[in-house]
T-cell receptor, first 113, second 112 residues
């Protein structure tokens, strides 16, 4: 079946612009995660959605970052007033339930000029 | 955010050699995971460990969950060219928060 998909695959933007990154999880997966991977680094947790529960936003680096998950499926990560340090690969993962294996999408490479 | 200490940072080995990498944490986890990431792709799960002291194999891969719950290692036996990639450990505290805390990665390059 289809895996986790993300769009766009690459995004180049100018400093100060807002960007939206999209994640389509595996159908039926109730848990969805966003991670950020800076160049040459490991993945850093950003936010976690589980069903209808309030999301765990503990990893969001600033209030310029927000995410929503509509209808328990697709999720959008929004970065407002982008800065150069926001440049990274943003990865989405989903799992059947919160404690199950997380399956990752290919990521969106964001470059802020 | 927190990242686990993973070593070595990179390795150059010859095809057929065995590889060993490890991961340490200042805090305990109840699940340890090892992922492999190829260029332009998301990480793919290799092995999951759920119990302190557990030793698990998946083909040529063997991983162990440290007794203290603060460390894990991954061995790859008889490496082949397609083993090239970046290997990440990840700790997870299931039950209350399912986010993964990742290691800094080990870049593996295999020469013929």
């Amino acid at each position: 079946g289809a895996g986790v998909s993300q769009s766009p695959s690459n995004k180049v933007t100018e400093k100060g612009k807002d960007v939206e990154l999209r994640c389509d999880p595996i159908s039926g997966h109730t848990a969805l995660y966003w991670y950020r991977q800076s160049l040459g680094q490991g993945l850093e947790f950003l936010i976690y959605f589980q069903g209808n529960s309030a999301p765990d936003k503990s990893g969001l680096p600033s209030d310029r970052f927000s995410a929503e998950r509509t209808g328990g499926s697709v999720s959008t990560l929004t970065i407002q007033r982008t800065q150069q340090e926001d440049s990274a690969v943003y990865l989405c993962a989903s799992s059947l339930q919160g404690s199950d294996t997380q399956y990752f999408g290919p990521g969106t490479r964001l470059t802020v000029l | 955010g927190q990242q686990l200490n993973q070593s070595p940072q990179s390795m150059f080995i010859q095809e057929g050699e065995d590889v060993s990498m490890n991961c340490t944490s200042s805090s305990i986890f109840n699940t340890w995971l090892w992922y492999k990431q190829d260029p332009g792709e998301g990480p793919v799960l290799l092995i999951a460990l759920y119990k302190a002291g557990e030793l698990t194999s998946n083909g040529r891969l063997t991983a162990q969950f440290g007794i203290t719950r603060k460390d894990s290692f991954l061995n790859i036996s008889a490496s082949i060219p397609s083993d090239v990639g970046i290997y990440f450990c990840a700790g997870q505290w299931t039950g209350t928060a399912s986010k993964l805390t990742f290691g800094t990665g080990t870049r593996l390059q295999v020469t013929l």
